[in-house]
């Protein structure tokens, strides 16, 4: 360890002898170093580690910026290097996917060989109803192997895809695939959550009352109970899997380094979500090149990361990333304390998983049960540990740190963000840690803090965190909307990234994020945008006009709360306030329920019809309410 290192302040926390002797990078400057020197090169470096059907001829091209491209010329496809590529290696036989039904009746493993076929099968299906290159794909499914199947076959074809969290409802189902212009859904009849029933496909009907583009829909049987089935546009997928089409061999699509590879709708400060648009070609070497060395992923392990498919962190780091390093992935189809709070721990031993990655929230609410649920179990085959999502607390981190890590296991705290594709703020297992911070950029990323006007603000300052140079996997655009990819996060400061986040740095270099500094709540580390609530109760016959705020949450990080301004010939009750968190439940899904729903008066207001939420935020928390110059009278 270089001797800086050696004189941090703070509570510090060095890797052992032993984590370094392991870890696939032992000197974190040098590289730092060199890709600080040579952006380029540090990130050629990583895409020539992957197969390419074509080599780019220009690595990074700035000359229409903020519309970067990466491997210009190249032609490539993720799922042929997340699973092709391996069956002609040793890996053909190697476990790619382990799957545990929530309620452990089932498991289901899969080989690189079986992905393949299994993947080729979607694949060909998916092409037998007209979806090719460049069509949009919905799907809209629980924590199953079909998911991974249909992303990978998705890839493959050519297709994007645009995967909704199953734990969205009818609404936000709806607009997403409306603003993709999806030609085809693939869901399933059902989805287990703590032992009760979501009828996901039953959401997909309501939704698809106004979504016209879409042709078929692909329904994957999961729980067997009865669903209505429209002739000829609603396929049962076991009976389509029966069909000669249904083949385990599909050619791969050879797409050009910067072609579309997915959508994935993220909430931002206003307006309705945003399509962020990921490409094959960075996209692949972003994940990979992160994966690798801040999970430090090798043949021999096997990594687990908690997250839904339905969020970027479950697109980067449960399926692409993990396979194209050829890791063994296990997935898991419930959350963490059911039936028992020993549910993740039990898993952890039984699969002697290596490297686990989850959420502040998932971490705060297992802490909650006590030690006695980890200490029952013989958790040594884990090495990593690693969180995201939301800022985690010192506590929560010591926690996690010694009674699932033992002391032994460092903990990864990345920072990223849907539009970043990959890991942006993070250590790796060789960084000194210091609970609570993301500690530094990853290779080749220069982040500052910087005040209103763009100038950077001195150490220890809260600012707003920015990113200073381009990076293969970030966002390439807002599908369809490039104006606003330009407004939203290039305008402010020109020739920097804009995080939304707000952050400070120390001394040593390392950083702290605050929080969010847009209308972005983070509720168990999931984004969700004021505006998408405030349009769900706003369609309740009670409601004139209604602001959301997220305060915060013990467990949850944040939680959303409501103020409702009522129509005239409605008056406020506890039966109302309950029947409005319910609509919101029922409309955007279960995640989104408000924690309490207020009636107010009269909502705070600028002179120019814009909701103060800063100014309910103090008054919720008893906080001093800051400059009201521009409330209106
Ligand atoms: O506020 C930051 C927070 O999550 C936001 C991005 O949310 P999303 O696009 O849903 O992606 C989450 C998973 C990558 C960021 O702007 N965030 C994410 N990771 C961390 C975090 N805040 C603090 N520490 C983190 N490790």
Redesign the pocket.
């Known amino acids: 360890m270089p001797a800086k290192q050696t004189q941090l302040e703070g509570e510090v926390y060095y890797p052992s002898q032993e984590v370094i002797q392991q870890a696939v990078l032992k000197d974190w400057d040098e590289l730092a170093q060199f890709a600080e020197r040579d952006l380029e090169g540090f990130w050629e470096r990583e895409a020539e580690q992957l197969v390419w059907f074509k080599r780019w001829d220009k690595v990074l091209d700035a000359s229409q910026a903020p519309f970067y491209k990466w491997f210009v010329g190249g032609k490539v496809n993720i799922a042929y290097n997340a699973v092709d590529r391996h069956l002609l290696t040793f890996r053909k036989n190697k476990l790619a996917l382990i799957w545990e039904a929530e309620d452990g009746k089932s498991e289901r493993t899969f080989s690189y060989y079986a992905l393949n076929r299994e993947v080729n099968r979607m694949a060909n299906i998916i092409k037998s109803m007209g979806v090719g290159k460049g069509d949009r794909v919905t799907i809209y499914m629980g924590r199953i192997p079909e998911i991974v199947f249909a992303m990978l076959a998705c890839a493959k074809i050519g297709a994007i895809h645009s995967v909704v969290f199953g734990g969205f409802s009818v609404d936000a189902l709806q607009g997403r695939i409306a603003d993709s212009e999806s030609k085809l859904v693939i869901t399933c009849d059902g989805a287990y959550q703590n032992g009760k029933l979501v009828e996901l496909k039953r959401i997909v009907d309501e939704a698809l009352k106004h979504c016209p583009t879409v042709e078929n829909v692909i329904v994957v049987r999961r729980t067997g109970h009865e669903v209505p089935m429209e002739s000829m546009r609603d396929h049962w997928y076991h009976d389509m899997c029966a069909l000669p089409i249904a083949n385990g061999k599909c050619p791969t699509e050879e797409m050009d380094a910067e072609d579309p590879l997915f959508i994935l709708y ?2 931002g400060s206003t307006g309705k979500p945003k399509a ?1 648009l990921h490409t094959h070609g960075g996209y692949m070497v972003g994940t990979y090149a992160t994966l690798k060395y801040v999970f430090d992923i090798n043949d021999e392990d096997r990594f687990w990361c908690t ?1 839904d498919p339905g ?3 479950g697109h ?1 780091y449960l399926v692409y990333g993990p396979l194209v390093n050829g890791a063994t992935v296990f997935m898991f189809e419930g959350g963490p304390a059911y039936p028992y709070p020993n549910r993740w721990w039990q898993l952890i031993e039984r699969f002697g998983i290596t490297i686990f990655y989850t959420a ?1 929230t998932a971490i705060r609410g297992l802490m909650r049960f006590g030690e006695a649920w980890p200490n029952k179990h013989d958790l040594s085959s884990l090495r990593l540990l690693g ?6 607390n010192p506590e929560a981190w010591k926690w996690f740190y010694r009674v699932i890590g033992k002391e032994r296991c460092p903990i990864m ?8 594709g990959a ?1 942006m ?2 250590p790796t297992p060789v960084v000194p840690l210091k609970p609570g911070s ?1 500690t530094r950029p990853f290779f080749g990323q220069v982040a500052e803090i910087v005040d209103e006007h763009g100038n950077p603000v001195p150490d220890g300052s809260e600012g707003y ?1 920015v990113l200073t140079r381009p990076w293969p996997s970030m966002l390439r655009t807002i599908y369809k909307d490039p104006e606003r990819y330009i407004s939203q996060y290039w305008s402010k400061y020109p020739g920097k990234y804009m ?3 707000s952050a400070r740095r120390d001394k040593d270099g390392y950083f702290w ?1 605050i ?2 500094v847009d209308d ?1 709540i ?1 509720v168990s ?3 969700l945008g004021t505006a998408e609530i405030e349009s769900a109760l706003i369609t309740h016959p009670a409601v004139a006009e209604s602001a959301a705020i997220g305060l915060p949450h013990e467990i949850k990080g944040q939680a959303i709360h409501c103020f409702v301004q009522l129509k005239p010939g409605f008056a406020p009750s506890e039966e109302l306030s309950e029947e409005l968190r319910q609509h919101v439940a029922r409309h955007l899904g279960p995640i989104a329920r408000p924690e309490e729903v207020r009636f107010i008066d009269k909502l705070p207001k600028t002179r120019s019809g814009k909701i103060m939420r800063r100014v309910l935020k103090a008054r919720a928390q008893g906080l001093p309410e800051g400059d009201l110059s521009t409330l209106e009278e």
């Open positions: 993220t909430s962020i997250a969020w970027i962190t980067s502040p969180t995201v999502g939301e800022p985690i705290d990345t920072w990223w963000q849907t539009e970043t890991f703020i993070t993301g965190l995080t939304g986040d994020i929080g969010r972005v983070k580390g999931h984004r």
